[in-house]
C-alpha cells in the first residue's frame, strides 16, 4: 500500500526560529507534490506545492525542497510566528492521479 | 475559491447506528472525497467520485458506503456504525487535474462519535 512517511509527529519552536518538517514518499510519477495547512476547527488548505522538475520552492516565510533522487521532501518554514502553529500534512498523487494520499501530520506549536 | 460545505457538524450515534454524512460543493469539480482524520494516522481515503453515478475505493473503504448523486452532492454513509468509526471526516473537491496539481478543497469537518 502507498505510503507517505512524515516526520516528526509534532515539534515546539521559539518564535522567530527555523521549523523544518519532512516527508518522504514512495511515487515520483507525478508532478506536484504539496504541503496543506491545518488550523484547529477548519479544514486543511495548500500552503505550497513543486514541481518535481524543481528543487526549491519559496512563498514568503515557507520554503518547500524537494529531493528526488531521495525521495524526500522538506518545509522549512523562517522566522515562525505564533500563527503558524498548526497541523502540517505533505502529500503524493495517488491512484493515477485522480486522489491525495496524505502524510501522518506534523503540529506545529510556537511559542512567543 | 471552491466552497465545500459538511453536514452535520458534529453527530453522536450509538453503535449500530445508521448516520448519513452529506458534502456539498457549489464550484462545479468532477471530483469528490471523503477522508477521515485520526491522531497518528494524518488523513485517509475512504472513497472518491469523479462525477454523478460514479464512485471509486480508497485505502480504508470498510463499513463505509458512498453516493454521488448529483455533480455538487456526495454523501458517505455509515449502516452499522462502530466506535471504531469515530472520527473527524472530512469532504474535498478538485477539478479534473486537482490533484496531479495537489489543489484539494475541503470542508470544515463532520466530528462523529460512535458510542
Known amino acids: 500500500q502507498q505510503q507517505v512517511r512524515q516526520s516528526p509527529q509534532s515539534l515546539t519552536v521559539w518564535e522567530g526560529g527555523t521549523t523544518v518538517l519532512t516527508c518522504s514518499y514512495e511515487?515520483?510519477?507525478?508532478?506536484?507534490f504539496p504541503w496543506y495547512q491545518q488550523f484547529p476547527g477548519e479544514g486543511p488548505a495548500l500552503l505550497i506545492s513543486?514541481?518535481?522538475?524543481?528543487d526549491k520552492k519559496e512563498d514568503g516565510r515557507f520554503t518547500t525542497f524537494f529531493n528526488k533522487r531521495e525521495k524526500k521532501l522538506s518545509l522549512h518554514i523562517i522566522d515562525s510566528q505564533p500563527g503558524d502553529s498548526a497541523t502540517y500534512f505533505c502529500?503524493?498523487?495517488?491512484?493515477?492521479?485522480?486522489?491525495?494520499?496524505f502524510g501522518t501530520g506534523t503540529t506545529v506549536s510556537v511559542s512567543p | 475559491e471552491a466552497a465545500v460545505t459538511q453536514s452535520p457538524r458534529n453527530k453522536v450515534t450509538v453503535t449500530g447506528g445508521n448516520v448519513t454524512l452529506s458534502c456539498r460543493q457549489t464550484?462545479?469539480?468532477?471530483?469528490m472525497y471523503w477522508y477521515r482524520q485520526d491522531t497518528g494516522h494524518g488523513l485517509r481515503l475512504i472513497h472518491y467520485?469523479?462525477?454523478?453515478?460514479?464512485?471509486q475505493i480508497g485505502d480504508v473503504p470498510d463499513g463505509y458506503k458512498a453516493t454521488r448523486t448529483t455533480q455538487e452532492d456526495f454523501f458517505l454513509l455509515l449502516e452499522l456504525a462502530s466506535p471504531s468509526q469515530t472520527s473527524l471526516y472530512f469532504c474535498?473537491?478538485?477539478?479534473?487535474?486537482?490533484?496531479?496539481?495537489?489543489?484539494?478543497?475541503f470542508g470544515e469537518g463532520s466530528k462523529l462519535t460512535v458510542l
Open positions: 474535498a473537491s478538485s477539478d479534473a487535474g486537482g490533484a496531479l496539481t495537489g489543489q484539494l478543497y
Open positions: 511515487d515520483s510519477t507525478f508532478n506536484y
Open positions: 513543486i514541481l518535481s522538475v524543481s
Open positions: 502529500a503524493e498523487a495517488y491512484q493515477g492521479g485522480r486522489a491525495l494520499i
Open positions: 464550484n462545479s469539480h468532477n471530483y
Open positions: 467520485s469523479y462525477g454523478a453515478g460514479n464512485l
